[in-house]
């Protein structure tokens, strides 16, 4: 499985790329936003210190301009996953941009029905957002399973990125489930390393060493 960042703090995304597990970052324009950063110069920042797919999203509406901002965010780097929100527009950008051989992030989709038009229109990653759904008393995590279950009946290659993820359960039924990607906030990411049995049965071997060490 792989573990994305979502978020466009440097700080953030440096921390957590020291642990070499990372294996890319998704931003969105509010993300970006809150660092009060340059959209492209920040998606270009975060690419120099991650090796691994970045999601830029348009902020174009119409298809013919979301072609052109995309294929703009794809040339900043190599890694750029052009993000491109579902609607009617954004699924005929995604077949336009996938034809060029452009890799897209199709994201805010909240149905099996809109999962599957990502998957036709060639989408490299569709992003379910579990954790607005869990907000609306829905159960996001079966989103998960039944896109899973149905991009394995058809063989769609598109990738489903478990988005919206608000903690350490949902990466744990993200996997059960089989979602190839989750992204986190960088403090879920830090929950998952912890376990108090971790920590004091370290700290009983350490003792138990460094007694035997004494005598
Ligand atoms: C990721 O691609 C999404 O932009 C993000 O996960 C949304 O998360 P939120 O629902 O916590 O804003």
Do not use: W
């Amino acid at each position: 499985m792989k573990f994305f960042l979502d978020t466009a703090n440097i700080e953030q995304i440096t921390k957590a790329n020291a642990y070499g597990i990372l294996d890319g970052i998704t931003t969105n324009p509010s993300l970006i936003a809150k660092e009060g950063a340059d959209h492209a110069q920040r998606i270009l920042e975060i690419c120099q210190i991650v090796d691994g797919d970045v999601s830029a999203e348009v902020v174009e509406t119409e298809a013919e301009a979301m072609l052109t901002e995309g294929r703009k965010l794809a040339k900043i780097h190599d890694n750029v996953v052009v993000k491109v929100p579902l609607t009617r527009d954004g699924i005929k950008a995604t077949k336009m941009l996938s034809s060029e051989r452009i890799r897209v992030n199709v994201t805010l989709c909240f149905t099996a029905n809109q999962a599957l038009l990502a998957a036709k229109a060639g989408a490299y990653y569709i992003s379910p957002f579990v954790g607005r759904l869990d907000d609306i008393s829905a159960e996001g995590m079966e989103l998960i399973r039944d896109i899973v279950t149905i991009y394995d009946n058809y063989g769609y290659p598109t990738q489903v990125l478990t988005a919206s993820a608000r903690g350490p359960l949902h990466v744990r039924d993200a996997a059960l489930c089989g979602a190839h990607v989750v992204t986190l906030p960088y403090p879920v990411f830090e929950k998952l390393f912890d376990h108090p049995l971790t920590d004091s049965g370290l700290a009983q071997f350490l003792a138990d060493y460094r007694k035997s060490q004494e005598g």
